[in-house]
């Protein structure tokens, strides 16, 4: 069983064209994240939420909206893409644990390319 | 395709004690390799990089981490751990043309 799975794991499409990514966790966890890897080949948190509730919205274009219809999904919509949003967005999940703090799963990351 | 392991899922040590988490990866051409953190209730964070140079890297907060090409590996190490340290470590790796992989993590749990 996958953990946490996102769909598609590729996607090309031209710039101007609105786009989701879909991301889904099976482990009941709390919180989920969405994570753009940078051209520095770094991963930068991008958004963060708690029970459907947004906790972290960092500097993002509005044109990145998170959607999580419940605590089992995050999507990310893109409107109005454009050639620099082209990357690799990753998925993650995690809860706080008692004993070890935390622990938390990635998706494999969706390969986007805008044209 | 390439694939990343990270050998212990759970660790337990006291503070002060040194700390090492093993990473191994398959992939036999040009890789980057990260190590990254996640604090209770908190986003990734990155420890360090490697990709050319001095294969010993050192990153933030004490972490050390060599990469051993022979032995596929670079694996994270600290001489001395603090509570504060208790947190879980992802190796992750991303080879030429390819996505970034991860480990399982590893959960470090350090007792006071």
């Known amino acids: ?115 | 395709a390439q694939s990343v392991s990270q050998h212990n899922h759970h660790v337990i040590l006291s503070e002060a004690a040194s700390l090492e988490l093993g990473c191994n990866y398959s992939y036999g051409g040009t890789v980057n390799l990260f190590w990254y953190v996640q604090y209770p209730g908190q986003h990734l964070q990155l420890l360090l990089k490697y990709f050319s140079g001095d294969p010993l890297v050192k990153g933030i907060k004490g972490f050390e981490a060599e990469f051993i090409k022979s032995k596929f590996s670079f694996n994270l190490r600290k001489p001395s751990v603090q509570w504060s340290d208790t947190a879980e470590y992802f190796c992750a790796v991303e080879a030429a043309g390819n996505k970034l992989t991860f480990g399982g993590g590893t959960r470090v749990l350090v007792k006071p």
């Open chain 1, 1 to 115: 069983d996958t953990a946490v799975s996102q769909t598609p794991k590729y996607l090309v499409t031209q710039m101007g064209n609105d786009k989701s990514i879909k991301c889904e966790q099976n482990l009941g966890h709390d919180t989920m994240y969405w994570y753009k890897q940078d051209s520095k080949k770094f991963l930068k948190i991008m958004f963060s939420y708690n029970n459907k509730e947004l906790i972290i919205n960092e500097t993002v274009p509005n044109r990145f909206s998170p959607k999580s219809p419940d605590k089992a999904h995050l999507n990310l919509h893109i409107n109005s893409l454009e050639l620099g949003d082209s990357a690799v967005y990753f998925c993650a999940s995690s809860r706080v644990t008692d004993r070890f703090g935390t622990e938390a799963f990635f998706g494999q990351g969706t390969r986007l390319t805008v044209v």
